[in-house]
């Protein structure tokens, strides 16, 4: 999708991965976990769709694998425990709420079309507004309530002022929202706001009613957390971004 303080992005389109890519990794992972000792038949109890690609520009192949990650048949997950994460796309959000009953987690990262356009290039075909309105249709369900995330950039969307803009956007909505300090990458120009500016953050946000959580950062250390996945050299090998 291009954002512009993601490593991931970078790399550009190779392709989509098939349903039965998607459920492999899931598969292979509860088998890691088994061979490590973790308890129980299913040791992943939480599933999140998200990171290297836009799971709604994947539609088919992600309603496909959800058929199958939630059939008893299957990994028999239950709905209630996976969520899929999109950049914004739309048209297939309301359309994505009334084939399945999984959550939504919406990537928001900004309070303003000016401020998400440079950060999103989503938001010039589909601006805040546009989103805001697909996730008022969004279907409600018992125990389904919209997740924002939002990456904490120093200097950029971090202040005082975009808390209460945030605030303001999600007022009256059944949401909440993760707060995800950001996760530095050599070359793109943005800064960790720092524990400090992040708890004062979430503060003026709980201060006006609305419940967010700060995510723990994992994989810092070995460039693996949020937004860092990138493959050494393949951006050049390819040429720049598709």
Same mark, same amino acid.
């Given at each position: 999708? /291009? #954002?512009? $303080? #993601?490593?991931t992005a970078t790399m550009g389109l190779v392709r989509n991965l098939t349903a039965g890519e998607i #459920? !492999?990794?899931v598969y292979r992972v509860n088998d890691d976990l088994r061979r490590l000792g973790v308890p129980g038949e299913r040791p992943l109890t939480n599933l999140v769709y998200m990171g290297m690609g836009e799971p709604l520009h994947n539609?088919?192949?992600v309603m496909r694998s959800l058929e199958l990650l939630l059939s008893e048949e299957g990994a028999n997950f239950s709905h209630r425990h996976i969520t899929v994460s999109t950049s /914004? *796309?739309?048209?297939?959000? +309301? @359309? $994505? /709420?009334? !084939?399945?009953? +999984?959550? *939504? %987690?919406?990537? *928001?990262? %900004?309070?303003? !079309?000016?401020?998400r356009a440079r950060l999103m290039p989503v938001d010039k075909k589909w601006d805040i507004a546009a989103l805001m309105d697909a996730v008022r249709k969004f279907p409600s369900r018992q125990g389904r309530r919209v997740t924002f995330e939002y990456v904490l950039l120093r200097d950029v969307n971090d202040s005082d002022e975009d808390a209460a803009r945030l605030a303001a956007l999600l007022r009256n909505l059944p949401v909440k929202v993760n707060l995800i300090p950001y996760n530095e990458n050599p070359g793109l120009g943005f800064g960790d706001p720092g524990a400090? @500016?992040? +708890?004062? $953050? @979430?503060? %003026?946000? !709980? %201060?006006r009613g609305v419940t967010a959580m700060v995510r723990k950062? @994992? /994989?810092r250390d070995i460039a693996a957390a949020c937004g860092q996945l990138a493959v050494q050299g393949q951006r050049e090998a390819r040429g720049g971004l598709a």
């Open positions: 999708m /291009g #954002c512009g $303080f #993601c490593m #459920c !492999d990794q539609y088919d192949n /914004g *796309l739309v048209p297939n959000i +309301v @359309r $994505f /709420g009334e !084939d399945t009953q +999984v959550k *939504l %987690a919406v990537s *928001l990262n %900004a309070t303003t !079309d000016d401020q400090e @500016r992040v +708890v004062a $953050f @979430r503060k %003026a946000l !709980d %201060a950062n @994992r /994989g």
